[in-house]
């Protein structure tokens, strides 16, 4: 019954992830910049945004989500997010979110295919909520994600590894303490 239930939202959250369109990547941008983002949107070489990701959660997680790749503010591909997750994790939630480049090299480590975000690099929530996550990942470095309403930086810059990531909650309640890592496809337009 619970493992019914479970799936039902998986298949609901693929659902409300579907087609991306230009004017939901238009828009995603909009509520991106008006909650703090604007200058990673302006001085990026490029970025990654995802309308609408889906997520649900119950011990065994996932996510999903289709977004658009721009370069110097033109679009130039569509990526695919994936992530499955195991551990304690319960909830369903949306979001948007986009992964800045802050220079050549990292967008075309993006765009060379299929890129993963394992644990090195974790999202800063640019709205309130009640949520917050610690990342360390490989190379020593820690991260700090918290949804106070304020963008947190993780260095200096706001990159690791010459990526920044920025999600904006659209709804939802989710419970997890899991690992998991995110998978990206690329294909140019």
């Known amino acids: 019954m619970m493992l019914g239930r479970f799936y039902w939202m998986l298949t609901l959250a693929i659902f409300v992830s579907s087609p991306v369109f230009a004017d939901r990547n238009d828009l995603a941008l909009q ?3 008006a909650a ?3 200058s990673y949107i302006d001085a990026s070489y490029g970025y990654a945004v995802f309308p609408s990701i889906g997520k649900v959660g119950l011990i065994i ?3 999903t989500g289709k977004g658009q790749v721009y370069q110097e503010g033109k679009a130039v591909g569509n990526a695919t997010m994936t992530q499955v997750s195991l551990g ?6 949306v979001y948007k979110q986009i992964i800045f480049f802050e220079d050549v090299r ?3 480590e993006f765009t060379s295919g299929n890129f993963e975000f394992g644990g090195q690099i974790a999202a800063v929530a640019l709205n309130s909520g009640v949520s917050a996550e610690v990342s360390t ?4 470095r820690t991260s700090v994600t918290a949804a106070n309403g304020d963008i947190t930086e993780v260095d200096s810059t706001g990159f690791v590894d010459g990526m920044a990531v920025f999600t904006l909650s659209q709804g939802g309640f989710m419970v997890e303490v899991s690992l998991g890592g995110q998978r ?3 294909e140019p337009l």
Do not use: D, I, K
Request: charged residues 10%; hydrophobic residues 30%; glycine residues 40%.
């Open 88 to 93: 304690f994790q319960f909830g369903g939630q």
């Open 106 to 108: 990292a967008m075309r």
């Open 137 to 140: 990942g490989g190379g020593g």
């Open 36 to 38: 703090g983002a604007g």
């Open 61 to 63: 997680g996932g996510a």
């Open 31 to 33: 509520e991106f910049r």
């Open 184 to 186: 990206f496809s690329y």
